[in-house]
């Protein structure tokens, strides 16, 4: 049975543990924790619970990383399994069992299938690391070219990875001047009516503009963490036009749309556009192990050996458990089928939900199972999810003032889990317009 915790303090008489440490010791850069104070002791599928046994359904998933849900069993078993063979751990770039398994298995459930020709490449294990080793390839293939990034892009927080990400705050944090990057407005950046493929193209065509053809452009298909921004699927095919136009790369960022977040495996896959790189992280460790990669067309493999290194490009638990992960869930079109179903039923709860807010005021937004409510004023997506975590829900805000609340339910939650989440969004909806705006007239669903 799921405890509401609406009423409780933060701090329980019975908690057992002592939450003064994170305060004073943990550096003042922490965050998640800040939105949801309580200390978090267990979690198994689409629930974490706290250290007082108040369970809350969870729609955050780790940023993504949870796309199977806390402490998968079909997972989790390969795992055990695994370590109690002994297997391998660490094996820096050494061929082991656990890769092997894992390679071919990914050629089989994931490649041959989409007829997707792309070596793998194994990073250091943090999304950053995939898009920085992506950066480096496409700048070995096209010196002294910049990389074009878009408008509320989120790559991640290494200074290569930082400068193609947009948001202003997090880029000043890095105290450098953040380089070799061109910006370019991301579909719909102007407003519906301006198309900024013509844009972007004519910068790129006329000599006197002053922007050099970019090596790549690096973007995400849905712009996750600024703003569930979906970039339509003419934009993206157009996209890839200019860039074969002006001989640049296209680098594809899956890091948290990829591993069936908006349906099928890849995100791009039913746009028809290849991308030359993808980037891969958040859910391919299966149950939350780090692990990232990049992958890219076999014919624009040019690295010489030894040349991208990292300690931690052979996280040995992660393959088995990626392993597992793409035998359970991606032998055939089943998950896939479900993840959009399942995203059509959050579209028409969210729309609900927005149809109820005074006039105009929300708005749907995303793809697949990541999806979201925007409002103008960011303060109501922020009261919202602090309305929702006291009735017992998790789930984030995103966008370039935090005006948008993103839900990211793991894709295995049942039915009747997803709909008790979303009912519990729908009264912290209620809870903030009942509290903040009394003055406008609420409307209720009829
Ligand atoms: C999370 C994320 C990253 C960065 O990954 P880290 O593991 O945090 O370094 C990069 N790109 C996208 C789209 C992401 O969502």
Redesign the pocket.
Known sequence: MLHTPSDLPIRSEHSSGDNDVFASLESDVRSYCRRFPRVFATAKGHLLTDEDGHAYIDFLSG???LNYGHNNDAITARVLDYMQQHGVIQGLDLHTTAKRDFLTTFETTILAPRHLNYKVQFTG???????EAALKLARRLRPQRPIAAFTN??????LG?LSA?GDGPMRRASGVTLQDIVRLPFDGFFGDSVNTLSYIDALLSEPGSGVEAPAAFIL?TV???GGLKVASRSWLRGLAELARKHDALLIV?????GCGRTGPFFSFEDTGIAPDIV?V??SIGGIGF?M?LVLMKDTLDAWRPGEHIGTFRGNNLAFVAATAALDTYWRDATFEQTTRRKGESIQARLQQMADRCPDGQARVRGRGMIRGLEWDNADIAMAVSAAAFKRGLIVETCGSREQVLKLLPPLTIDDASLAAGLDRLDDAVDDVYRSTEPQVAFRQSA
């Open positions: 940023a993504g990383v294990p943090t999304g950053s690391s995939a898009v892009a989120y790559h991640g927080m290494s990875a990400t995400e712009q996750a963490e960022d899956e890091i948290q749309t980037c992280s958040k780090p990232a």
